[in-house]
C-alpha cells in the first residue's frame, strides 16, 4: 500500500479511514488530529498551562509528547497508586520520559497519604472493586494538584476505544448522570476544578501505539493487574468485533455521540453546584468529596480491627 499523502511506501494502514501512511506523513497525521480537536473543542487555549496525567502508559505519554510538540506549557503529573511492581516500573518510565526531555514533573503517591491508601488496600479495606478504589482517589488528586499548582487544564490521555467502552457500559444501563457528564471538555462546576479535556478521544489505542513507537516512547507495555477483572475489556472485545467487521464503528459511535445526541443529556448534569468537602476542602456533593469518604472507610475498618487485636 502507498501513503495516501505522499505516495511513498506506507508503514502504517488505517482500516478506519481507509489510509495508509509513510512515518514522517503518519506523525504529522497525528498531530493534526490532536490539534483539530483542541482547537474545535476549544480544549487549551495559547497561554494555558496544561497539567498533564501520566501513567506510564502509551496513551498519556504520546499525549504528553504531541502537546509539547504542539508548543503547549506542560507540567506532567505521575500518581503513585501503590500497585507493586506494575507501579514501580511505570513511575520508572514516567522518570525517564521527563529527564530525557527535561521536563517539569509532578510526583505523588498514596503511600505518603496515609496508612493503608494504596489501591489494593483501600480496595479490600472498602471491599469496592479495584477500579472503583482508583478512579475515586485519582479523580481526587488530579483535582487537588490542578487547583494547588494553578494550572489552567487538566489533560489526561483517554483515547477513542476507553471512551467507546465507557459510553457503551453508560448506554448500556441507560447512565443518564453519567452519560451527561461524558465529553471530550469538561468545564469546571466549582472554582477550585479546572477545565478537563481529553485530546485524544477520537485517535484509537492503535493510533496511540504506532505514535508511541514512531517517536521513540519507552512506555510500560504490561497492563495493570486489576484491568483484567475490569468490565471495561468486556466493552472493548465487543467494540473490536463491530470494528472488524465495519471499520470507523466506534468513531462514529463517539463522535456522533458527542456532536448530536449528549446535548440531550445537559439537563440531567444539571445539578446543584458542589459545596466544600468538610475535610479536604475540594468540590463535594456531600459532606465529604468521594475521596475523603473512602480515607474514612479505611481508617474505621484499621480502628476496627485494631480494637479487635488483629493488627498489629
Ligand atoms: S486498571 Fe483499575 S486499578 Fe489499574 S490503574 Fe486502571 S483504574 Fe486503577
Ligand atoms: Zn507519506
Ligand atoms: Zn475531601
Not at 478512579?135 to 483515547?159: W, Y
Amino acid at each position: 500500500m502507498k501513503c495516501t499523502r505522499c505516495k511513498a511506501k506506507a508503514e502504517v494502514h488505517l482500516r478506519a479511514h481507509n489510509a495508509g501512511f509513510c512515518r514522517p506523513c503518519y506523525l504529522e497525521y497525528f498531530r493534526r488530529q490532536v490539534e483539530r480537536t483542541i482547537a474545535r473543542e476549544r480544549m487549551i487555549g495559547a497561554d494555558d498551562h496544561v497539567l498533564v496525567a501520566v501513567s506510564g502508559g502509551k496513551d498519556s505519554l504520546a499525549l504528553w509528547d504531541v502537546l509539547v510538540g504542539l508548543g503547549y506549557r506542560t507540567t506532567g503529573l505521575y500518581l503513585g497508586l501503590g500497585i507493586g511492581e506494575y507501579s514501580d516500573r511505570s513511575h520508572e518510565k514516567v522518570e525517564t520520559f521527563a529527564a530525557a526531555r527535561s521536563l517539569p514533573l509532578e510526583v505523588r503517591t498514596l503511600a505518603e497519604q496515609g496508612a493503608g491508601l494504596a489501591v489494593p488496600d483501600v480496595a479490600a479495606a472498602t471491599r469496592r472493586a479495584p477500579c472503583a478504589a482508583c478512579g475515586a482517589m485519582k479523580r481526587h488528586f488530579f483535582d487537588a494538584a490542578a487547583h494547588e499548582g494553578r494550572f489552567d487544564v487538566l489533560a489526561t490521555g483517554h483515547n477513542l476505544d476507553d471512551e467507546a467502552a465507557r459510553l457503551l457500559g453508560n448506554v448500556l444501563r441507560w447512565q443518564r448522570d453519567h452519560l451527561a457528564r461524558q465529553r471530550p471538555v469538561l468545564e469546571p462546576s466549582h472554582p477550585k476544578f479546572v477545565r478537563k479535556v481529553k485530546p485524544l478521544y477520537l485517535l484509537s489505542e492503535y493510533e496511540t501505539a504506532v505514535y508511541a513507537f514512531m517517536r521513540g516512547i519507552d512506555y510500560i507495555v504490561e497492563e495493570c493487574p486489576n484491568a483484567e477483572g475490569a468490565t471495561q475489556l468486556v466493552y472493548k472485545d465487543a467494540l473490536d468485533r463491530l470494528e472488524a467487521a465495519s471499520p470507523g464503528t466506534k468513531r462514529a459511535f463517539v463522535k456522533e455521540y458527542v456532536r448530536t445526541i449528549r446535548p440531550v443529556f445537559d439537563t440531567a448534569a444539571a445539578r446543584d453546584a458542589p459545596g466544600e468537602c468538610e475535610a479536604c476542602g475540594m468540590p463535594a456533593f456531600g459532606v465529604l468529596c468521594s475521596f475523603c469518604s473512602l480515607v474514612r472507610e479505611v481508617e474505621h475498618k484499621r480502628a476496627r480491627r485494631a480494637a479487635a487485636g488483629l493488627d498489629a
